[in-house]
């Protein structure tokens, strides 16, 4: 059991390249997120995922797009790379939403560094 | 989304208890408030979860008052390996917002 992995661990692109970073879980979680960490900062929530074939826009979307086409997996686009995209990006997984009321526990990848030249 | 508000840093002694509280004025009636822990070149990892009252764990407490717009993690007798940045995290339905966090430096 991996629980959530992500792909690459570091990357470095020129402004303007594309790029698409693979986010797995094998724990049949149906919630799945995206975020940015800047330095210094806490976690913004870039889109997130109900269920396979859904998403939704978080705090900061504008300048990605994400996938989610089979349950277990979240891709998340760059289409053109700019500087400021320059953070920490960590995929999580949570069960569901709620479970009777409760909050499930998000389970966080362990991050990909991306630097934008 | 509810707003949180954190202390920047904090500085403990080992043994000592830890209390960190964070700010959420806006929190909705379905919010629940969730707290991370986060070490360096790390994700965040779960620590506790609470709705109102008092909730306890094997590594913390979790203090709510009845009007909600505040909460403070408790973390019993720190040590070194305690440092680490916390993170106070207002839930709704699929969606999260995290506070800026707190950086707690546990020292001998």
């Known amino acids: 059991n991996a629980g959530v992995t992500q792909t690459p661990k570091f990357r470095v692109l020129k402004t303007g390249q594309s790029m698409t970073l693979l986010c797995a879980q094998d724990m049949n979680h149906e919630y799945m997120y995206w975020y940015r960490q800047d330095p210094g900062m806490g976690l913004r929530l870039i889109h997130y995922s109900v269920g396979e074939g859904t998403t939704a826009k978080g705090e900061v979307p504008d300048g990605y797009n994400v996938s989610r086409l089979k349950k277990q997996n979240f891709l998340l686009g760059l289409e053109s790379a700019a500087p400021s995209q320059t953070s920490v990006y960590f995929c999580?997984?949570?069960?569901?939403?709620?479970?009777?009321?409760?909050?499930?526990?998000?389970?966080f990848g362990p991050g990909t560094r991306l630097l934008v030249l | 989304l509810a707003k949180t508000t954190q202390p920047i840093s904090m500085d403990s002694y080992e043994g000592q208890e830890v209390n960190i509280t964070c700010s959420h004025n806006?929190?909705?009636?379905?919010?629940?408030i969730t707290w991370y822990q986060q070490f360096p070149s790390q994700g965040p990892r779960f620590i506790i979860q609470g709705y109102k009252t008092k909730v306890t764990n094997e590594v913390a407490s979790l203090f709510i008052p009845a009007d909600r717009k505040s909460s403070t993690l408790s973390l019993p007798r720190v040590s070194l390996s305690d440092t680490a940045v916390y993170y106070c995290?207002?839930?709704?339905?699929?969606?999260?917002?995290f506070g800026d966090g707190t950086t707690l430096t546990v020292k001998p």
């Open positions: 999580a997984s949570s069960r569901s939403g709620t479970s009777g009321g409760f909050q499930e526990t998000q389970y």
């Open positions: 995290l207002v839930r709704g339905r699929g969606k999260s917002t």
């Open positions: 806006n929190i909705a009636t379905n919010d629940y």
